[in-house]
């Protein structure tokens, strides 16, 4: 049993040695790395206070922000995103609504995510209520109103409420 256990020894020992790689390491190759253009995201701008006249009139509509209220006399509406409250006397239509987006005929939207009313209510998603006379969602949507239809929805359409989560 000793010798076995010697010889065991031995074998590890020598084994060690011999394994590890006595000659010098070769130079390292140069590596040549090409790197792109980095792209320049300009960070987005953002007001307390947004007028607008038309969607997109005046541009900054498009380019920043209304962390506050965007109002609209008589219309209002852009690409950039709306985090407050943004109405109009007639229709507002901004892509991105979180709070609360109304206008006296229609409120229209690509996402909101809080209160969406107006005399026709139109969005694609909304996580909130919709409230109007004539609601419309593409997706998903708590609505109130006379008629209410959902795109995507169980019941395509329905009178005083329809849901879809």
Known sequence: MKKRIVLCLLVFTFGTIFAQDPAPAAP????????????????????????????????????????GFRIGAPF????????GVEGALLGAGSDEVYGVQFGLFFAQAD????????????VREANGVQIGIVNFAKTKSFQIGLVNFIEDGVLPWCILFNFKF
């Open 76 to 83: 209002c509406g852009g690409e950039a995103p709306v985090y």
């Open 111 to 122: 996402t909101v995510n809080g209160l969406q009313a107006g005399f026709y209510t139109n």
């Open 28 to 67: 390292e190759e140069e590596v040549i790395v090409v790197q792109e253009t980095p792209q320049i995201e300009r960070e987005l701008e953002w007001d307390i206070f947004q007028l607008g006249f038309w969607f997109s009139n005046p541009k900054y509509q498009d380019t920043v922000g209304a962390s």
